[in-house]
């Protein structure tokens, strides 16, 4: 009889343990959808998506890349709180942030060591690869090289093109991966995007496609209060893109289609959008028809032909989307994420990477180009979900 009793508490017990851990672990669950529901919503970040994409056309691998003081890390830390990667935005100086996880780096405030991560933007997978700008970690650029399908290039609105941004642009000629230019530090005294822009094309030697402005023109080398970068026009939408200025964060960004009744917004609207038909006119025959389809109207090109166009000259290597903005201020990283996700090639739009020899030289078993202009061979591995991401 003990023996039976003692049976049925221990059979009892473990179901009413087993009953309890369960309704523990329910109840966290509910917990935690509740909370990262609630913390989404008001969080305002409305682009916000999954870390993994459904196919591997919406998986986006690139890199960062440019000269030391760039803003390299600090790009990468707003793109990851903006994804809601991350609660808070990382800052260098503090020594907070996610990708310069090295002692060194904190101390130091500089990237010395390649990180990647993987995080979801506007129901895209992107892997991301924060490269080193000092002369003295080149080779962790070039070790990041050969698993980009597209990169980033960061430039000083001050310095403009730099001599670390010439080294690190030969090695993304050399593997043929297209890229997409982010004129940061557009707050500083002294910037001026313009000039950036002609550097751009003078010293990288590319044709370089403006998709966002200020809306608030400025002479040369004027500096932009925080009140005025709040307002910006996308060339390809014709849309004006506003921050919400209660939302310190930077994450809250309203988007309105201008008309001419926007005044002022509507016209710098016009002549970007001008200068962006006519500089693709120049590289691509298909908006030339949709151009003249219109009658030469260059606003009334429609928002898809020109996101096409872009998408295309970027894709050939014969030209480079511009972003404007100012990552410390929280300013032009979603138009910058967007234009990764619309104009950056995918894993299934780059060729397959070719297998070399030990006694083989790098140099021998790819085309170099030293003009973007013509589009060479990758030689790269792509990631995809089944693929895992390790720091460099």
Known sequence: MLGQWLAATRRHSTASLYSHKHSLVSQSLHRQRQFTNTWQLSSKRAFTSSHYAQTAERVRNIGIIAHIDAGKTTTTERMLHYAGFTR??????????????LPAERSRGITIQSA??????RDAQVHLIDTPGHVDFTVEVERAMRVLDG?????DAVAGVQAQTLTVWRQTSAYGIPCIVFVN???REGADWQRAVKDVEQRLGTRALVLVEPEIEKLAQGKYEPSELRYWVDAVTMERIEYDA????GATVRRQLL???????????GRAREKLVET?????AEIVD???AVDGDHVRVSTRAVRAAVRRATLSNMACPVVLGAAFRNVGVQPLLDAVIDYLPSPTERPQPKAISGSQKLNESREISDSRKTKSPASRNALTNDDKLVAF
């Open 88 to 101: 808070k935005l990382g800052d260098v100086d503090s020594g907070s942030t996610v990708m310069d996880y």
């Open 116 to 121: 990647a991560i993987t995080f979801g933007w």
């Open 151 to 155: 990169a980033v290039a960061i430039i």
């Open 185 to 187: 530090k557009m707050d």
């Open 246 to 249: 209660s939302d310190k964060t």
């Open 259 to 269: 008309t001419p009744e926007d005044g002022r917004a509507y016209e710098v609207a």
């Open 280 to 284: 693709l006119a120049e590289l691509d």
């Open 290 to 292: 949709e151009f003249l």
